[in-house]
Each structure stands twice: as structure tokens, then as C-alpha cells.
């Protein structure tokens, strides 16, 4: 299971940083994203880390203000989310996926106020 943590209410240029920590399966065999659904949107993907971190992308809305990271050992991924917006409010989930299935966290909500 993936358990999220670390939202909030923050004002807008504030940080956050998000936590996904993973139990029950083989964390280092999958890739790891960061997604996130406003009331009303589809979810949308924010940022993914592959299996040994090796390589990142990012939603182009997110470029250069958040940046995902994983560490294996702890069996955890980040997301730090610096300059936020008010349009970045949401609900963040956690995704684990590979050949094998996926797995998502339950979410945790994010509020940027102006």
C-alpha cells in the first residue's frame, strides 16, 4: 500500500513537501508518480521518478518549482513543491507502477491560498 502525507494549507509562494511511503511490495521495482485532481479536472500527472531515480519528468505547469525524489531505502518518494500557486490546489495522490500492477496511495490535500 502507498500511505501520502504532508499537505496542507499553505499561502501562495509558500512549500510543501509530500511524502508517499510504501509497504508490501517491492518499492525498488517500480516507477513512482506524483499525481494530482482540483475539484472538477481529470487527475493529472505531476512529476515521476523511475525505479532507481535515475530519471525524472514533469508536468510543464510544475517545471523548475517541483522536484520529485525517491529514496528506496526508506522505501519513501518526495514531491517538494516550492512557488506554489493557487492553481495548484488539489488532492495529491501517489502512484506505484510496473509490469507487475500498480498501487495508489489515498491522497492528501493540498490548498494554496492568494
Known amino acids: 500500500q502507498l500511505q501520502a502525507s504532508g499537505g496542507g494549507l499553505v499561502q501562495a509562494g509558500g512549500s510543501l513537501r509530500l511524502s508517499c511511503a510504501a509497504s508490501?511490495?517491492?518499492?525498488?521495482?517500480?516507477?513512482i508518480g506524483w499525481f494530482r485532481q482540483a475539484p472538477g479536472k481529470q487527475r493529472e500527472l505531476v512529476a515521476r521518478i523511475t525505479r532507481d531515480g535515475g530519471s525524472t519528468n514533469y508536468a510543464d505547469s510544475v517545471k523548475g518549482r517541483f522536484t520529485i525524489s525517491r529514496d528506496n531505502a526508506k522505501t519513501t518518494v518526495y514531491l517538494q513543491m516550492n512557488s506554489l500557486k493557487p492553481v495548484d490546489t488539489a488532492v495529491y495522490y501517489c502512484?506505484?507502477?510496473?509490469?507487475?500492477?500498480?498501487?495508489w496511495g489515498q491522497g492528501t490535500q493540498v490548498t494554496v491560498s492568494s
Open positions: 502512484n506505484a507502477a510496473s509490469w507487475r500492477g500498480a498501487y
Open positions: 508490501g511490495f517491492t518499492f525498488d521495482g517500480y516507477h
